[in-house]
């Protein structure tokens, strides 16, 4: 129950103003969001690499409603990708990108088009992108634009979710050479026409189709903080003869952190995801209600213990 309300409330423009607007808000946001700027995230980029640990940035906007605000991310992310370079962060550093923040539900080949100026500057850079999951809508038209990035840009990553009912097909089509793709169980409200409702059910599917993953040609990230899943994942490596460069876990910046700490300790490539950007309601709401048990952090944070 709390799940849903707080998918519902992560998609509340009016209540994401007035949260946005208090006074301690940002207290909260801080333990999981790098900052509002690109030097809030190369700091802690920084301080993530001296540990050991991979970055993948994400510049958090609000939804993209015009075609200037679709250059205006294109053109962060360029200027970001320089500055990974300039600062020594690649290739360990990469960047998560949303389709609908370069202009996906004004136009598809507008969306493309910026990025594949996204997925060039980091070529340049010598990095990759990864190309986030969104809501099902999405979902077709994802997939096509990656497939055409891929033609020039071949590392370019995908994000599936388990939750999804379609995923298990998706990792099949996508489980080939050279293939990234990160397995997530999901942060948006769907209708249980697309997607399965239980955790239960959830788990069942992440475990299906990391199999699928693991036992392909292509490099899996195991994007999850659930032990049990992280253990699963550490066992099907094993049975599949995979090497520690050949798959990677991805956690969230603020959670878990000890037990990143643990797995790149034990050899593991561990990628920390960083957000950075004003627009922070929508992300922080969907990852509490990933990890409803983090609304106890959120509130020690809301009055600065």
Aim: net charge negative.
């Amino acid at each position: 129950m709390l799940r849903h309300l707080l998918l519902a409330a992560a998609g509340s423009d009016r209540l994401g103003r007035l949260v946005a607007s208090a006074p301690l808000s940002k207290n909260a946001a801080r333990r999981f969001v790098a900052g509002d700027d690109v030097e809030a995230a190369l700091r802690t980029g920084r301080i993530m690499a001296d540990d050991g640990l991979a970055v993948t940035f994400e510049h958090l906007s609000a939804e993209t409603r015009s075609a200037e605000q679709a250059v205006a991310v294109r053109d962060e992310y360029r200027a970001l990708l320089g500055r990974l370079k300039g600062a020594g962060l690649v290739p360990a550093a990469e960047v998560s990108v949303k389709l609908s923040a370069l202009g996906q539900r004004l136009d598809e080949k507008l969306a493309y088009e910026h990025a594949l100026a996204v997925c060039a500057a980091a070529t340049e850079a010598g990095t990759t992108v990864t190309l986030d999951a969104e809501d099902h809508t999405l979902t077709d038209s994802t997939l096509e634009i990656l497939t055409e990035l891929r033609k020039d840009h071949p590392g370019t990553g995908a994000v599936l979710q388990a939750h999804l009912r379609r995923t298990e097909g998706d990792c099949r089509e996508l489980a080939t050479a050279g293939s990234r793709v990160r397995l997530c169980k999901g942060a948006y409200a769907e209708p249980e026409s697309v997607a399965f409702q239980s955790s239960l059910d959830i788990d069942k599917s992440f475990v299906r189709c990391l199999n699928i993953l693991m036992s392909g040609e292509g490099y899996p990230m195991v994007a999850t903080h659930d032990p049990r899943l992280i253990a699963i994942a550490e066992d099907r490596a094993r049975w599949f003869d995979r090497a520690s460069d050949e798959y990677e876990f991805q956690m969230l910046h603020g959670v878990r952190t000890e037990e990143q700490a643990r797995l790149a300790a034990g050899g593991n490539v561990v990628r920390v995801y960083v957000p950075y950007g004003e627009q922070w309601y929508g992300y922080l709401v969907r990852r509490l209600a990933e990890r409803p048990g983090n609304v106890t952090a959120v509130g020690r944070g809301l009055v600065g213990r």
